[in-house]
C-alpha cells in the first residue's frame, strides 16, 4: 500500500523557516515525480512546487519561487520542502502527493494518493 | 498559466439526483491532461478521474468524466450520501499545474 506521511509543520513567524518532510513507502520512491500542494483554511487546492524522480528537475508556483525549495533523499523515501521568507498568507495545510504515472522518466502529474498533510501556521 | 474556472461554486440536491459539474480552462489543455478530486471535511482530497475520462482505481462507476479543450465536466449519474463534498479539477498539461476554485454539493 502506498503511504504517505508529512510531519514537520508548525507556528512560525513572519520571515521565518520551517522544513517539511514527507515519508513514502509502498512504490519505488526514485521513479515518481512527487509535489506539494497547500490548502489555506477554508479554501481551494493550490499547487506549490514539484520535483522529478531524479531530483534534477524543480518546480515552483510564482507565489514560493525564490523563498521555498523543493529536494528529495531517494535513499531515504523522503521528500522535502523547504520554507524561507515565511508570510502570512502561506498559512495552510501542506499535502504531499505522489504523480500518478511514471514511464521512462516522464511523469503524468495527477496526484495519487496524497498524504493526510501538515499545518504551518504563520502569525506572529 | 492555465486558470480554471469551476461552476457552479455549489450545487443543491438530493440523493439519487443527477449532478453534473463543469470545469473551464482558459487555454486549451494538452492531450486532456484533467483530473478531477474529491475532497471531504478534514480529509486530504481522494482522485476520482484523470485524462478527463479515466476513473482511478475504487472510483465508483457513477462518476464519469469528459470533454477535451476547454471544456471537461464531471458527472454523478446518482447521488449517494457519501458523494455530498466538494470537487475540484487540476490540469496537468504544463506547470504550474493549476486547479480550479472547486464546486460544493451538499444535500438539498
Known amino acids: 500500500e502506498v503511504q504517505l506521511v508529512e510531519s514537520g509543520g508548525g507556528l512560525v513567524q513572519p520571515g521565518g523557516s520551517l522544513r517539511l518532510s514527507c515519508a513514502a513507502s509502498?512504490?519505488?520512491?526514485?521513479?515518481?515525480?512527487m509535489s506539494w500542494v497547500r490548502q489555506a483554511p477554508g479554501k481551494g487546492l493550490e499547487w506549490v512546487s514539484a520535483i522529478s524522480g531524479s531530483g534534477g528537475s524543480t518546480y515552483y508556483a510564482d507565489s514560493v519561487k525564490g523563498r521555498f525549495t523543493i529536494s528529495r533523499d531517494n535513499s531515504k523515501n523522503t521528500l522535502y520542502l523547504q520554507m524561507n521568507s515565511l508570510r502570512v498568507e502561506d498559512t495552510a495545510v501542506y499535502y504531499c502527493?505522489?504523480?500518478?504515472?511514471?514511464?521512462?522518466?516522464?511523469?503524468?502529474?495527477?496526484?495519487?494518493?496524497w498524504g493526510q498533510g501538515t499545518l504551518v501556521t504563520v502569525s506572529s | 498559466e492555465i486558470v480554471l474556472t469551476q461552476s457552479p461554486g455549489t450545487l443543491s440536491l438530493s440523493p439519487g439526483e443527477r449532478a453534473t459539474l463543469s470545469c473551464r480552462a482558459s487555454?486549451?489543455?494538452?492531450?486532456?491532461?484533467l483530473a478531477w478530486y474529491q475532497q471531504k471535511p478534514g480529509q486530504a482530497p481522494r482522485l476520482l478521474i484523470y485524462g478527463a475520462s479515466s476513473r482511478a482505481t475504487g472510483t465508483p462507476d457513477r462518476f464519469s468524466g469528459s470533454g477535451s479543450g476547454t471544456d471537461f465536466t464531471l458527472t454523478i449519474s446518482r447521488l449517494e450520501p457519501e458523494d455530498f463534498a466538494v470537487y475540484y479539477c487540476q490540469q496537468y498539461g504544463s506547470s504550474p499545474f493549476t486547479f480550479g476554485p472547486g464546486t460544493k454539493v451538499d444535500i438539498k
Open positions: 509502498g512504490f519505488t520512491f526514485s521513479s515518481y515525480a
Open positions: 502527493a505522489k504523480a500518478g504515472y511514471c514511464s521512462g522518466g516522464s511523469c503524468h502529474n495527477w496526484f495519487d494518493p
Open positions: 487555454q486549451s489543455v494538452s492531450s486532456s491532461y
